[in-house]
C-alpha cells in the first residue's frame, strides 16, 4: 500500500484507515463466501461523496494528530519538525 498526502499527520491517518479498510473487506469477502454470496459493493456515487467529505489533506491531518500525541505520550518526549538545511 502506498499513501502520500501533503504531512506526514494525514499520511499515517490514512495509512490505519486503509489497513482497517483492507482487514474489514477481507471479512466481509470471507463472511459472504461462507454463505455462498458476494459483498454488496457501493455504487460509485456514494463512494465519490464520502471521499469529499473524508479525503481531504486536512481532515487527513486533523485526525492524524491524535495518533501522534499517543506516540508521544508513550514515548515520553515530543517530536518536533526541524526542516533540513540548505547547503550542508
Known amino acids: 500500500m502506498l499513501i502520500a ?3 506526514i499527520e494525514a499520511t499515517v491517518f490514512f495509512f490505519i484507515s486503509l489497513e482497517k ?4 473487506q477481507m471479512l466481509a469477502d470471507q ?3 461462507a454463505r455462498g454470496l458476494k459483498p454488496r459493493l457501493i ?3 456514494n463512494a465519490a461523496r464520502t471521499q469529499r467529505r473524508l479525503g481531504s ?3 487527513g491531518w486533523f485526525n ?3 495518533e501522534f500525541q ?7 518526549r515530543r517530536f518536533e519538525y ?6 550542508m
Request: aromatic fraction near 0%; proline fraction near 9%.
Open 5 to 7: 498526502t501533503k504531512s
Open 21 to 24: 479498510c483492507c482487514q474489514v
Open 31 to 33: 463472511a459472504a463466501a
Open 43 to 45: 455504487d460509485p456515487e
Open 57 to 59: 489533506d486536512m481532515g
Open 64 to 66: 492524524g494528530i491524535p
Open 70 to 76: 499517543l506516540l508521544e505520550h508513550e514515548e515520553g
Open 82 to 87: 526541524i526542516p533540513a538545511q540548505e547547503n
